[in-house]
């Protein structure tokens, strides 16, 4: 992982560094035009973030015994992509920041 988080709780990558009030000035930073806001992450490190972490959860949804799991059906096929940033505020805009939280190791 290259944002220097500490690896927690078996997770397939670290916890990110920031907390989840810092991601949300971030969102509202984007969502008025702004390239950042001052002591959040960049966008680019919450990209590098997510981007490391969709995958290493996609080698290990890789790695799985899909045979045993699905039997004749055989193996899904496992997919991941990145919003690009014009994507994500223009739907952060109209939906309003999401629910979910991030945690800090600080």
């Not at 944002?3 to 907390?19: D, F, I, K, T, Y």
């Not at 810092?22 to 001052?38: D, I, K, T, V, Y």
């Not at 960049?42 to 996609?58: E, I």
Request: net charge neutral; aromatic share 4%.
């Amino acid at each position: 992982m290259s944002n220097g988080a500490e690896p927690s709780r078996g997770l397939p990558v670290p916890l990110p560094p920031w907390s989840g009030s810092q991601l949300r000035r971030l969102g509202r930073a984007l969502r008025e035009g702004e390239a950042s806001a001052e002591g959040c992450p960049s966008y680019p490190d919450v990209m590098l973030h997510y981007n490391d972490l969709a995958t290493a959860v996609n080698d290990e949804l890789r790695a799985l015994d899909w045979d045993s799991l699905l039997g004749p059906a055989g193996r899904p096929q496992i997919t991941s992509r990145a919003k690009t940033l014009t994507t994500l505020t223009s739907w952060s805009a109209t939906r309003g920041p999401p629910s979910g939280t991030c945690r800090s190791e600080a």
